[in-house]
């Protein structure tokens, strides 16, 4: 059964920096998009960044464009988003996702991990 799992969230302070990881299992993810999702207390699940599967081509939110960083290594089955000068509204369960085709900004993805806290302070 097909499986992500995220890892890496953590409480830090406004500018500091977090890697999150995220490891797939279950199938080889190397052709899906791999995408970052995070959701807020009472708000909805908002679209961070993605990342196709052989091609490597990035789409970043906004909001976080310049600060983050998506990343994949398909040998490792792993995908990773490196998050620096963090802000007190990044604070977040950040998700990592995969889907089949194309990148999406939103959360009509195949596959999901359980979640990541990141909380920043200020």
């Known amino acids: 059964q097909a499986q992500l799992v995220e890892s890496g969230g953590g409480l830090v302070q406004a500018g500091d920096s977090l890697r999150l990881s995220c490891a797939a299992s279950?199938?080889?993810?190397?052709?899906?998009?791999m995408g970052w999702f995070r959701q807020a207390p009472g708000k909805e699940r908002e679209f961070v960044a993605a990342i196709t599967g052989r091609s490597g081509i990035t789409y970043y939110a906004d909001s976080v464009k310049g600060r983050f960083t998506i990343s994949r290594d398909n040998a490792k089955n792993t995908g990773y988003l490196q998050m620096n000068s963090l802000k007190p509204e990044d604070t977040a369960v950040y998700y990592c996702?995969?889907?089949?085709?194309?990148?999406?900004?939103?959360?009509?993805?195949?596959?999901w991990g359980q979640g990541t806290q990141v909380t920043v302070s200020s």
């Open positions: 996702a995969a889907r089949g085709l194309g990148i999406i900004t939103t959360p009509n993805y195949d596959y």
């Open positions: 279950g199938r080889t993810f190397s052709s899906y998009v």
